[in-house]
């Protein structure tokens, strides 16, 4: 066939592929038009889920007579001028491709009015290239986009639309993502002649998490931490579900850069790897993330659906991301209410390298507390040890313990109640029963004991460093020209964790010593999964998780085991030293260490007061 230009509305069509897969694809190009054009209010009609009808108005600044045109014409926009605005885009929506497109496969209507205008005016296009000329119309100051019958002369696109529930189901869940980016802004949504959303304007804490709670449901904002943190010119904040508070899927993470939602593969590697120690395994967290930076440093031009983003200096922000949000989660103890203990998660200013630094300052710091009170055992201790020690501590104990959980037995006001409270009672050698201010708390004693010795021994890891022992008969390693260099490029990091690599030639490693944890492991393969992620991410937590694991284990061995028998004494030491760990709510595994019933569950469960 000869080479010939394309017609007009043949390239539209084609566009239009890019951008409008649904009518929730219709939805979100309209939706972040009219976020740019400053409107604080936004009313979404549908009828038969978007496909027969969709009409979105609002109140932004409005379109002008002559630019009505203009609007429903192939590369034109007003949201950037030159190359320099294509650097530091601060609008969603920034191509002038998405109304021309939207056009080319419906009968739509763009209705305008600026505050200068007397009257709207109006534009029609057929899903053809002629676009008559604007004609008066009445309109408030704001625009209204009407979109009837997409698909309606591209039958084959048509085909591929699901059922009218599900293709409302997408919408509603746009438009709630949406809402989750604005808080400042009123969004209306109708089915069918039906109100379905009304999310009203928040803009205080208790406002905002209504509408979180609209969005995601009230017991994630029941079991969320709200977070704020900056450094390096990067600000994150919003709020990240406990761990106890995990999904079988990956159904309620929402991030925001600039405002934008994404879905990047760094973003979310930075949040799992903070989550890694705490969630049971095939679980999912939930959070509800915002990052803010300088435009320069993102590249939202990287899809033409603009979910995926590129950053300038992607380790930067996925360290920055990962030591946030571990942090928050290991500062976690308990008796910190959600949303609550502010102390714990507002760490404002700080440079996320010289936060690692003052974060491990911080753990040591906590560590060394529990130390002075609570004489545990260190990594090499056996478990007859261990309980040698507790003992040990109940008899210099004993007699302070018993007159606080005499006085709580009687119902006196103790002084400082600690926020485990006080141990009553052993159930079947496997948990503990306290006694706190809130209610009753029950405690798996192995499960709690095993995260205990597992910090430990991760805190004796960092404080002596790696043991590196050499190989008899070195490792030899055929890997390609990528991984080859990039294993160069990162000797230093291999070295400090106790590798040593040379590359003997261009496609071949050889490994000379390891770490003596992992002495076990398979280390070809390990080398190899690091510098995947490496070539991949710029980052890699292979060598330290295979490290962990070899902690894990260890700590679920010497820890306490389920039927020994334990004195109050005992009992009251292990809940101290949980308050004193980080992470102490889970086990290594992930499963929950303890739980609390207050005195209203109580009584409900008995039916007190009905």
């Known amino acids: 066939m000869p080479i010939r230009l394309l017609p007009q509305q043949l390239i539209n069509q084609i566009a239009a592929g890019e951008i409008v897969e649904r009518p929730s694809s219709v939805l979100k190009e309209l939706l972040e038009n009219s976020l740019d054009a400053g409107a604080t ?11 027969r009808r969709l009409k979105v108005t609002d109140n932004g600044c409005g379109i002008p007579k002559d630019e009505l045109s203009l609007a429903l014409s192939r590369h034109a926009t007003s949201k950037i001028a030159d190359y320099g605005d294509l650097t530091h885009v601060t609008s969603l929506g920034f191509r002038g491709e998405a109304l021309p497109s939207i056009a080319s496969v419906s009968r739509l209507r763009l209705t305008s009015c600026t505050d200068s205008d007397s ?19 009445p309109h408030a100051v704001g625009t209204t986009v009407e979109v009837r019958d997409l698909f309606f002369n591209v039958p084959a696109r048509r085909k591929f639309l699901r059922k009218e529930r599900t293709e409302f189901i997408h919408m509603d ?10 808080f400042d802004v009123v969004l209306d949504l109708r089915h069918n002649q039906r109100c379905i959303r009304k999310y009203r304007v928040a803009r205080k804490r208790q406002a905002m998490e209504q509408r979180l709670s609209d969005v995601c449901g009230s017991r994630f904002v029941q079991q969320s931490v709200y977070i704020e943190h900056s450094g390096s010119g990067l600000r994150l904040w919003g709020w990240m579900g406990l761990p106890t508070f995990s999904r079988s899927q990956a159904d309620l993470q929402f991030f925001y850069v600039n405002g934008r939602m994404v879905r990047d593969k760094i973003l979310i590697h930075a949040v799992r790897q903070a989550y890694r120690d705490v969630l049971f395994h095939g679980r999912h967290p939930a959070y509800v993330l915002y990052l803010e930076m300088d435009p320069a440093l993102v590249d939202v031009n990287a899809h033409p659906s603009k979910h995926e983003v590129r950053f300038r200096e992607s380790r930067l922000v996925h360290d920055f991301l990962f030591h946030t949000l571990k942090k928050v989660i290991a500062d976690l103890r308990p008796g910190d209410a959600p949303n609550q203990a502010e102390h714990h998660r507002r760490l404002i200013n700080e440079n996320p390298a010289a936060s ?29 040890q261990q309980m040698g020690l507790y003992r040990r501590l109940a008899e210099t104990a004993a007699e302070y313990v018993g007159e606080e ?15 485990l409270g006080y141990a009553l009672a052993q159930l079947h050698g496997i948990y503990v029963l306290a ?52 294993a160069e490029q990162h000797r230093e990091m291999f070295e400090s964790l106790g590798f040593e690599l040379d590359r003997l030639a261009p496609e071949k490693l050889l490994i000379r010593r390891i770490p003596g944890m992992l002495s076990d492991a398979d280390i070809p393969q390990l080398v190899h999964d690091v510098l995947s992620d490496l070539l991949g991410q710029g980052s890699s937590s292979r060598i330290n998780d295979a490290i962990n694991a070899v902690f894990s284990t260890m700590a679920c061995h010497g820890s306490i085991r389920a039927h020994r028998k334990l004195t109050l004494a005992e009992m009251n030491s292990l809940l101290r030293d949980m308050e004193h760990t980080e992470r102490a709510g889970q086990c290594n595994h992930g499963r929950p260490t303890w739980v609390q019933l207050g005195i209203e569950q109580l009584d409900k469960m008995f039916k007190r007061g009905q």
Not at 119 to 135: F, L, M, S, T, Y
Request: net charge negative; proline share 7%.
């Open 41 to 51: 209010r936004i009313d979404i009609d549908v009828e038969q889920g978007g496909v």
């Open 119 to 137: 009257n709207g005016w109006c534009v029609e296009g057929d899903g053809g290239d002629h676009i008559e000329p604007p004609r008066p119309a």
């Open 173 to 182: 869940s746009l438009v709630s993502r949406i809402a989750l980016s604005r």
């Open 356 to 384: 690692n630094r003052q974060d491990a300052g911080t753990v040591n710091a906590t560590a060394n507390q529990a130390d002075s009170q609570l004489p545990l055992p260190v990594s090499t201790t056996s478990v007859a």
């Open 405 to 419: 959980i005499h006085a709580l037995s009687k119902g006196d006001e103790a002084n400082e109640i600690p926020p």
């Open 435 to 486: 006694e706190n201010k809130r209610g009753m708390v029950l405690v798996d004693m192995h499960a709690a004991h095993e995260r205990i010795v597992y910090e430990r021994l991760k805190r004796d890891f960092e404080a002596q460093g790696v043991r590196s022992q050499p190989l008899l008969v070195p490792f030899g390693l055929t890997v390609n020209r990528s991984e080859a260099e990039v």
